[in-house]
Nanobody, 115 residues
Framework: QVQLVESGGGLVQAGGSLRLSCPVS????????MGWYRQAPGKQRELVAT???????NYADSVKGRFTISRDNAKNTVYLQMNSLKPEDTAVYYC?????????WGQGTQVTVSS
């Protein structure tokens, strides 16, 4: 059984920073890609950033230059450093791990950015 647990969300003022973490535990053979997604109220879940096992990254245009995704393969953990936060970044953030072609999700962590 695979478990993902996000942490690091919270309330921050516009311009501030937060760092999200998501360790993956359980029966893990090999984690392929890992990523962060978010869902704002009334909107569909959208991609924020992904990172492959080799370290290649991909970002949504809305977060390029402000957010940085990274991973520690020894700890099976993915991170999201979020800087220069904007009110429109407010959402529930979910981490994702692709293991043996199956997608696993965490329960989400709330990020709220006040203006």
């Amino acid at each position: 059984q695979v478990q993902l647990v996000e942490s690091g969300g919270g309330l921050v003022q516009a311009g501030g920073s937060l760092r999200l973490s998501c360790p993956v535990s359980g029966s893990i053979f090999r984690i392929n890609s890992m990523g962060w997604y978010r869902q704002a109220p009334g909107k569909q879940r959208e991609l924020v950033a992904t990172i492959t096992s080799g370290g290649n990254t991909n970002y949504a245009d809305s977060v390029k230059g402000r957010f940085t995704i990274s991973r520690d393969n020894a700890k099976n953990t993915v991170y999201l450093q979020m800087n220069s936060l904007k009110p429109e970044d407010t959402a529930v953030y979910y981490c994702n791990a692709n293991i043996l072609r199956l997608d696993y999700w965490g329960q989400g962590t709330q990020v709220t950015v006040s203006s």
